[in-house]
């Protein structure tokens, strides 16, 4: 099947004349955006801090998963990897570094729908832009996010990057993509992007073989538009093991690389989505509606070292083998009015759909800690217990979004939204030992709540190319708590989260244009946020945090020294702690309220120097300052702060180009991500790769 798509693919790119593709533009104030009000508005309109990433810079720095994406995004960090595997990525935006406190979209669809964002399977070929929005979702997206919103936007039907790119890099690691526009069929437009990678790690049994296939149609249908879009990832992963936090510090006992999963570890996902979408003009405006559905099929198998790292031949890790479906769908139908002052109206309903059952059967399994010997599979081990899970979700409401322009230099957005949540979930223990000990939970929650947002923006000086616009908001946010699908019995529910915040910035343009600059602050109160805790019995779980206070300060400049050379420069400082949390660690309560959340720096920074020439030589630079941080919310674990470099240089001539380009190049390993499954263990940054690319264009 997976050897099938690749093909299908290629023979479908076959038929395909050479053609050009529309370039986005990507830098300067004026530059439009969908993400933050769903209809194009130029950023500098828009009341909220919205960072652009064009298609054509993230195949300068060779960008090709979130992490690197969004390097040059000031405040920001995803490093790869976490529970979901090496595909995979935690996002942490304003401080806060929670793998589900933000919205992922692509192309219009919240990834992941009423669940958790579908990381692995992102597909950056054929990429047009990426829009970062920080802060909590529009009232367009509902219950979904807190702290910001990643939108990846591949170029629509018919248009396409036009590549082909063949790519050889560290440990056996490969890749390859193709990128094209189709030839029309009558009145449809269509564009294919079809790409495969196998990548290789340190740790030798961490590995990532991957293939995914996007086709998107458009043609016009009546008086209106139909797409439609069907994507395919086929995700295949061996994942590494965490490294056990021991007191202060990450423990000494096991080597940086070794890998203590089952012999049968892996986290497969094949993930079926197609979207269909349908717009046209009425006399009351434009009326767009959208329906989305994907299913995912899941295998996730490996273990975890117990954290008294004991290596006297008894049990000293926990396995779990996992069978999970998910299925996600998304439905919205909305009206946008255009009034002949410039003010616009949009007024909607839409709904998120989620349906997620799982098993798994776990046990428990003895590993030398030097490493050096394979771990028994799964299949051979006693079955210690049996958890199932059935969630079901709706996230449905109603929205209405004004924005309106009371004089030209002004610009006023207002929204609120009826939230209307449902979730129920059913839980079934099955002990290996005692049958007495089974049990079985059902759980449900409701919830109606009001949402909403408000801002205002106002060009404060503008000469020439020259401009300073000044704005500000309020959000009030609500989403229902995520489900990490752990491999534990945890029947309830949790909590809603919800937070309210406040923004205020300025952006604009200096020296003719040359300089693009962005500044703001933000504040927000936050309750209920979920965090990894450590039960009595020393499993881990997950809880409600009492509340969280979230604060900073941005910057974000970009300068352009010449026509081909920019310089990117941002920093952030975040502030971003608990103010009323009690942690029960093993039933030890310990008062944390006052300390910093864990894994939040203080600091972040990044540099980066791009020279793109549309022939010759060409070069990017991008460096990346991580501050001080702390491993736990007692804050007794400090880890200290890190710089990583990433480069590429090539050389173009004709259609060709050739390149070589490297990630983490001063190979530093800090603690990057925390597992909700391992007791106190930490995934680390992937270590040093080297690639050679040869790409085409069939422009």
């Not at 070794?258 to 003009?281: L, V």
């Not at 983490?664 to 603690?671: E, V």
């Not at 930490?682 to 080297?690: D, E, K, M, N, Q």
Request: aromatic letters at 8%.
């Amino acid at each position: 099947m997976r050897a099938s798509v690749v093909v299908a693919g290629a023979l479908l790119a076959a038929l395909a004349p050479f053609s050009v593709a529309a370039q986005p533009d990507s830098s300067g104030i004026e530059t439009v955006e969908v993400t933050a009000t769903r209809l194009p508005e130029p950023v500098g309109d828009v009341p909220a801090d919205v960072s652009l990433v064009g298609g054509e810079e993230l195949l300068a720095r060779q960008a090709r998963d979130l992490g690197t994406a969004l390097a040059l995004v000031p405040g920001v960090e995803a490093p790869a990897g976490g529970d979901a595997g090496p595909s995979s990525a935690v996002p942490s935006l304003w401080g806060l570094h929670e793998f589900d406190a933000f919205l992922l979209v692509v192309d219009g669809v919240p990834w992941g729908g009423a669940f958790n964002p579908a990381i692995p399977s992102l597909d950056f070929n054929s990429v047009e832009r990426l829009e970062v929005l920080k802060g909590a979702a529009p009232v367009i997206y509902g219950a979904t996010s807190f702290v910001g919103v990643i939108q990846l936007l591949h170029y629509p039907a018919g248009q396409s990057s036009n590549l082909l790119q063949a790519s050889y890099g560290s440990r056996g690691s490969w890749r390859a993509a193709l990128a094209t526009s189709l030839p029309d069929w009558d009145d449809v437009r269509q564009s294919v992007a079809v790409d495969a990678e196998q990548l290789g790690f340190a740790d030798h049994r961490e590995s990532v073989n991957d293939e995914h296939l996007l086709y998107r149609a458009q043609m016009q249908a009546g008086a209106g538009t139909l797409h439609f879009d069907a994507d395919v990832s086929l995700v295949h992963d061996v994942p590494p093991s965490p490294i056990v936090r021991v007191g202060d510090a990450l423990t000494d006992l096991t080597p940086i690389n070794a890998n203590y999963n089952p012999a049968n570890a892996k986290i497969d996902e094949n993930r079926y989505h197609g979207t269909i979408g349908y717009s046209q003009p009425t006399p009351w405006g434009e009326w767009e509606t959208m329906l989305s559905f994907a299913h995912s099929d899941i295998r996730d198998v490996r273990g975890f070292l117990r954290s008294d790292l004991t290596d006297n031949g008894s049990e000293n890790a926990d396995s779990q083998d996992q069978h999970r479906q998910v299925q996600d769908g998304y439905f919205d139908t909305h009206l946008s009015h255009k009034f002949a002052d410039g003010a616009e109206l949009i007024v909607g309903a839409d709904l998120l759909f989620g349906l997620g059952r799982q098993r798994s059967i776990n046990g428990a399994y003895y590993v030398p800690l030097s490493g050096r010997v394979l771990a028994p599979p799964t299949t051979v081990l006693h079955v210690d217990e049996v958890n199932t899970i059935r969630d079901s979700r709706l996230f449905g409401g109603e929205y209405a979004e004004f924005d309106w322009r009371p004089a030209p230099r002004w610009d006023v957005v207002a929204g609120l939204r009826l939230n209307e949540t449902a979730e129920a979930k059913d839980s079934v223990h099955i002990d290996g030992f005692d049958p007495t000990a089974d049990e079985a939970a059902s759980e449900d929650q409701t919830k109606t709540r009001l949402s909403g947002t408000i801002g205002a923006s106002v060009q404060a000086w503008k000469d020439g190319g020259n401009e300073a616009v000044l704005y500000a908001d309020y959000r009030n946010a609500f989403k229902p708590a995520a489900i990490d699908f752990g491999p534990d019995y945890t029947p309830g529910v949790l909590n809603p989260e919800t937070a309210k915040s406040y923004e205020a910035g300025v952006k604009g343009a200096l020296a003719e244009g040359r300089l693009s600059y962005g500044v703001e602050a933000f504040l927000m109160d936050f309750s209920n946020l979920v965090v990894a805790e450590t039960a009595a019995n020393g499993e881990p779980m997950l809880v409600n945090a009492g509340g969280e206070r979230l604060k900073g300060v941005e910057l974000e400049t970009r300068y352009a020294l010449a026509p081909d050379l920019s310089l990117a420069a941002n920093v952030a400082w975040h502030d971003a702690r608990f103010t009323n949390f009690i942690v029960d660690e093993g039933g030890t309560p310990t008062d944390v309220s006052g300390n910093q959340l864990t894994l939040s720096p203080h600091i972040l920074a990044s540099v980066g120097l791009l020279y793109t020439p549309p022939s010759g030589v060409h070069a990017t630079l991008t460096a990346n300052y991580v501050g001080r941080r702390y491993l736990d919310e007692e804050n007794e674990a400090p880890t200290p702060s890190y710089v990583t470099l990433d480069a590429a240089v090539g050389y173009k001539f004709g259609r060709c180009d050739v390149s070589v380009s490297g990630t983490n190049l001063t190979d530093r390993r800090p603690p990057v991500t925390q597992s909700e499954f391992g007791d106190g263990s930490f995934y680390l940054l992937p270590a040093r790769t080297v690639w050679v690319q040869l790409q085409y264009s069939l422009q």
